[in-house]
T-cell receptor, first 112, second 113 residues
Framework: GENVEQHPSTLSVQEGDSAVIKCTYSDSASNYFPWYKQELGKGPQLIID?????GEKKDQRIAVTLNKTAKHFSLHITETQPEDSAVYFCAAEDSTLGRLYFGRGTQLTVWP | DTEVTQTPKHLVMGMTNKKSLKCEQH?????MYWYKQKAKKPPELMFVYSYEKLSINESVPSRFSPECPNSSLLNLHLHALQPEDSALYLC????????????FGEGSRLTVL
């Protein structure tokens, strides 16, 4: 099955700085890559996703890049704010099985 | 309405009890999921229902029994659980047979004594 590696496990940044989280995957057949944000006491919420026919996608302060050749994708958050503090999970989808494989998560802390 | 509603939010049960977790969505999604999440870990897939039929069972012990009475409801029946089953149980829904966003509920926090 798919194996998703996520780094770093923890990330601390000053408010206003940028944050980058990186993931790699093993199955070249995977073609959908979502990012989820999970705040304390809540369920994961999709913040951005990308499909394999696209190299980059932006939504305001958040962007995701995908390199299919190298099998890695990254989340970029610019101008970070304290409310960005949460656990972020990357995932890759095995479209044959219709299931997501999650990375181990990154605890992002943004200091005011 | 883009919500997945889970009840109860918290549940404490003994190892001999029988209880159920419930999940409801009204987004017209035909795929529904149960995930288990331990502290500081990613969600682990347990079961997937597609068009009310069980399509994936991730070798979950039989003390967990899923049920999908209709396209909007998903239950997880619990019996003879172990303390190590204590976790956050997340329900999610999405479009069946298609890649796309999963909508998660807030979860049911289960403690087994």
């Amino acid at each position: 099955g798919e194996n998703v590696e996520q780094h770093p496990s923890t990330l601390s940044v000053q408010e206003g700085d940028s944050a980058v989280i990186k993931c790699t995957y093993s199955d070249s057949a995977s073609n959908y890559f979502p990012w989820y944000k999970q705040e304390l006491g809540k369920g994961p919420q999709l913040i951005i996703d990308i499909r394999s026919n696209v190299g980059e996608k932006k939504d305001q302060r958040i962007a995701v890049t995908l390199n299919k050749t190298a099998k890695h994708f990254s989340l970029h958050i610019t101008e970070t704010q304290p409310e960005d503090s949460a656990v972020y999970f990357c995932a890759a989808e095995d479209s044959t099985l219709g299931r997501l494989y999650f990375g181990r998560g990154t605890q992002l802390t943004v200091w005011p | 309405d883009t919500e997945v509603t889970q009840t109860p939010k918290h549940l404490v049960m003994g190892m001999t009890n029988k209880k159920s977790l419930k999940c409801e969505q009204h987004m017209g999604h035909r795929a529904m999921y149960w995930y288990k999440q331990k502290a500081k870990k990613p969600p682990e897939l347990m079961f997937v229902y597609s068009y009310e039929k069980l399509s994936i069972n991730e070798s979950v012990p039989s003390r967990f029994s899923p049920e999908c009475p209709n396209s909007s409801l998903l239950n997880l029946h619990l019996h003879a659980l172990q303390p190590e089953d204590s976790a956050l149980y997340l329900c999610a829904s999405g479009l069946a047979g298609n890649t796309g966003e999963l909508f998660f509920g807030e979860g049911s926090r289960l403690t087994v004594l």
